[in-house]
Nanobody
C-alpha cells in the first residue's frame, strides 16, 4: 500500500515559480513510476509529467515542457515538480499518482492517487 500526500501549492503571479512535493509512505514506493496530473475547474484531468522509478526517464506534456521539471529522491520517498514561468492557464488542482511504469501513467492508469494541492496563478 502506498499513500501519497501532495504539498506546495499556493497563489502566485504569472512568471513566478513553485515547487510541489509528493510525499509517499510505503516501502515499495521506490519501485513505482510517479506522475503529476492536473485538473482545472470544469475540465478533464490532464497529464503533466512522469518519472520512472529510478529517475532515469521523464516525460512531459507539451504544455509544460521547458518550464516544469520532475524529479525524485527515493531516500526521502518524495517526488517533486518544479514549476517555473507559471501562467494563468497552469491554474488547477495538481495530483500525484503512482503506477508500475511510465507508460501506464501516460495512459492514465495508476495504482495510487493523492488528494491534490491547489495551484492558482494570477495574471
Amino acid at each position: 500500500q502506498v499513500l501519497l500526500v501532495e504539498s506546495g501549492g499556493g497563489l502566485v503571479q504569472a512568471g513566478d515559480s513553485l515547487r510541489l512535493s509528493c510525499a509517499a509512505s510505503g516501502r515499495t514506493f521506490s519501485t513505482y513510476a510517479t506522475g503529476w496530473f492536473r485538473q482545472a475547474s470544469g475540465t478533464e484531468r490532464e497529464f503533466v509529467a512522469a518519472i520512472s522509478w529510478g529517475g532515469s526517464t521523464t516525460d512531459y506534456a507539451d504544455s509544460v515542457k521547458g518550464r516544469f521539471t520532475i524529479s525524485r529522491d527515493n531516500s526521502k520517498n518524495t517526488v517533486y515538480l518544479e514549476m517555473n514561468s507559471l501562467k494563468p492557464e497552469d491554474t488547477a488542482v495538481y495530483y500525484c499518482a503512482a503506477a508500475p511504469n511510465i507508460a501506464l501513467l501516460q495512459g492514465y492508469v495508476y495504482d495510487y492517487w493523492g488528494q491534490g494541492t491547489q495551484v492558482t496563478v494570477s495574471s
